[in-house]
Nanobody, 115 residues
Framework: QVQLVESGGGLVQPGESLRLSCATS????????MGWYSQAPGKQRELVAS???????NYADSVKGRFTISRDNAKNMVYLQMNSLKPEDTAVYYC?????????WGQGTQVTVSS
């Protein structure tokens, strides 16, 4: 049974930081490309950042220089360090794992940036 469980969301003020975590089980974690997606109300889900099994990273232009994705293969975890948060970062953030035609999602964690 595959499980992806996000944690670390919350309410913060503009300029503050959050670290999201995603715990995985039921997959051979080291083989998967892991990603974080965001979905704001009324908008489509979109890629925030991804990291391949080899450690190559990719970021949406809107978060480059502010967010950092990382993975811990020993713990089967993926993280998203979010710095200098802006109100427009407000969304539900989803963890994703992908390997060829296999694609799994977590339940999401809410991030709200507001003064």
């Amino acid at each position: 049974q595959v499980q992806l469980v996000e944690s670390g969301g919350g309410l913060v003020q503009p300029g503050e930081s959050l670290r999201l975590s995603c715990a995985t089980s039921g997959i051979t974690f080291t083989l998967y490309t892991m990603g974080w997606y965001s979905q704001a109300p009324g908008k489509q889900r979109e890629l925030v950042a991804s990291i391949t099994s080899g450690g190559s990273t990719n970021y949406a232009d809107s978060v480059k220089g502010r967010f950092t994705i990382s993975r811990d293969n020993a713990k089967n975890m993926v993280y998203l360090q979010m710095n200098s948060l802006k109100p427009e970062d407000t969304a539900v953030y989803y963890c994703s794992s992908k390997l060829e035609s296999l694609n799994y999602w977590g339940q999401g964690t809410q991030v709200t940036v507001s003064s």
